[in-house]
């Protein structure tokens, strides 16, 4: 009830509320905690499956993107670049990637990297499928230490690891058209790359690392022989042109073959890194190999053009050594130059009585040679090239002459050359004409062609001419008269009487009279002055 007008303010009763504590693990913490594990998982899942981390530094970082750029061995792929940046130095390119888990063990000091892009080099074009799916990164695994720090390759390796074959050394004295990736070849066949070259350090020669693949290094000998076969060797010399080529590999790309001699294929096979001298063409190994050489002097007043250091020197057709060196030299003494020649022998080529021995005293059997009438002479080799060589021959019509000892080396006398002594006859020929009073005999000539003239043209020989063609023509008519009579008389006279006999006697006598001075007439009309000095090239009648 209300008091008043005002409500009533007695309160109502109200329930108590009773608070518990729940004591245990609450469910609202299993979420936080299952994504803490799955996290740690993920976690541990990463660490455990990421590979390592490698730096790679290269010239240059074209074709290179971080995020894309990949790396692969085989053509799978191991690993991705993660980061490009320059050095502090800016002299090269820092690649970041992470490697494959597992590729650890075959990251060492001798892993190789290099980018994979289009090339064209001495092996042909390769890379072109990158012009498709972008250039990547191509690793070459090795044993050794490992190592996370590696220093690109510019060019690919021309031998990758784990190739089967033997790396050999070779030197030559210049480069020639050999190049990196240049084929080496036995019998034509491709059984090798050069790997590189470089200069050597005094720079007088240069080194060749090639390799030899397997199982053609087993045919690399001790005794092996290696030349340059790159393009065409083309030599002109006295024998004329010579062209040889290898393949035409090697006319394009230079190349090096090899051979090995028969009796050292039963030998062992030479070891890994055994230098060899690389010859500039095949010719040059049988020269090498004739280690006993001579030396000679020859002079020569006369010219030498033609004649070179590498002429041959023969003996009736047979090379038995070569032109080392040629000069000319000013003598005070005389007005002439003389050009001294030096030559060797190589008794190797000679064959003695017991066998290729050569000669058992070179000097003492050549001073016997030349006293029996050895010489040397300038001959040419070919007309085409012009090339000139020495030629030992024997001349014993020659007054006596003897080997010079006192010299620098022993000296053969020398003869003048085919043309010099052509010259020499031409040139006093010329001079015994030139001596002549050729004035005078003009003169002379000139007086006797106009008295002969006036002989022709004289009145005697014509009335002479004239009365000899009237003989000539009477003895014709007389002849062509007994002719007509002799058949008149044929029938009364028997073929086998006397008298039939003198008279065909008489007419072939008078037919050959008449012959004779019909000639004879002829000939005074052509030469009227026979009558006066004969006819020539005969009796003067």
């Known amino acids: ?53 490698i730096t790679i530094s290269f010239k240059t970082a074209e074709g290179l993107e971080a995020g894309k750029t990949k790396i692969k061995y085989k053509d799978v792929e191991i690993g991705k ?36 892009r ?16 972008g250039a990547y990164i191509e690793m070459d695994p090795a044993e050794g230490e490992q190592a996370t720090e590696f220093v690109g390759l510019e060019v690919p390796p021309v031998v990758q690891s784990g190739a089967a074959g033997t790396e050999y050394n070779l030197r ?43 199982p053609y290094d087993q045919l690399i000998k001790a005794d092996t022989r290696f030349w340059n076969a790159s393009g065409i060797d083309v030599s002109m010399g006295a024998n004329g042109v010579n062209v040889e080529m290898e393949s035409l590999q090697s006319l394009l790309t230079g190349g ?6 028969a009796f050292a294929l039963s030998k062992p096979p030479a070891e890994e890194g055994t230098s060899f001298d690389l010859y500039r063409n095949r010719a040059a190994i049988g020269e090498a190999e004739l280690t006993e050489k001579h030396p000679f002097l020859l002079n020569f007043a006369g010219s030498v053009r033609g004649l070179e250091v590498g002429s041959p020197v023969e003996m009736r057709g047979i090379r038995i050594g070569s032109v080392t060196d040629i000069e000319i030299v ?53 007309l ?76 005697d020989i014509h009335q002479s001419v004239k009365l000899l063609r009237e003989t000539a023509e009477a003895a014709q008519a007389t002849l062509k008269q007994a002719e007509s009579t002799l058949a008149s008389a044929d029938s009364l006279i028997g073929p086998k009487s006397q008298v039939r006999y003198d008279a065909v006697e008489m007419m072939q006598e008078l037919r050959g009279a008449a012959r004779s001075i019909r000639v004879l007439t002829d000939y005074l009309e052509r030469h009227p002055e026979a009558l006066i000095r004969g006819k020539s090239g005969g009796s003067g009648q």
């Open 1 to 53: 009830m209300t008091n008043g007008g005002k409500a009533d303010q007695t309160p109502r009763d109200v329930p108590d509320v009773a608070v518990k504590t729940r004591r245990g693990f609450s469910i609202v913490w299993l979420v936080p905690l299952v994504a803490a594990a799955i996290a740690g998982w993920l976690a541990y899942t990463t660490l455990t499956e990421k590979g390592p981390e």
């Open 384 to 459: 085409l090239t012009g090339q000139l060589f020495v030629d030992l021959d024997y001349y014993p019509n020659l007054p006596p002459a003897t080997l010079e000892m006192g010299g620098k080396y022993p000296e053969v006398p020398t003869v003048p050359t085919e043309l010099a002594v052509i010259t020499k006859s031409v040139t006093e020929i010329l001079e015994k004409v030139t001596s002549l009073p050729l004035d005078q005999v003009v003169e002379d000539m000139r007086k006797m062609i106009q008295s002969t003239e006036r002989l022709i043209n004289s009145p």
């Open 256 to 261: 090096i073959a090899f051979q090995t001699p």
């Open 330 to 382: 000013f003598d005070e003494k005389s007005p002439i130059p003389t050009i001294p020649v030096t030559i060797v022998i190589e008794p190797e080529r000679i064959t003695g009585s017991g066998g290729k021995r050569g000669f058992e005293d070179m000097y003492e059997a050549a001073k016997k040679a030349v006293e029996n009438g050895l010489r040397a002479q300038l001959k040419t080799g070919s």
């Open 81 to 116: 670049v993660d980061d490009v940046v320059l050095s502090d130095d800016l002299s090269k390119v820092i690649v970041s990637a992470s490697m494959h888990k597992g590729t650890g063990p075959h990251l060492t000091k001798a892993t190789r990297f290099w980018v994979v």
């Open 172 to 214: 030559a004295d210049r480069l020639g058209s050999i190049s990196r990736g240049s084929p080496i070849a036995y019998r034509g066949i491709d059984v090798g790359e050069v790997m590189g070259y470089e200069l050597a350090a005094d720079s007088n020669e240069v080194h060749f690392l090639v390799f030899v693949k397997a």
């Open 118 to 133: 289009p090339r064209l080099g001495a092996g042909g074009v390769s890379g072109l499928s990158t012009l498709v799916s």
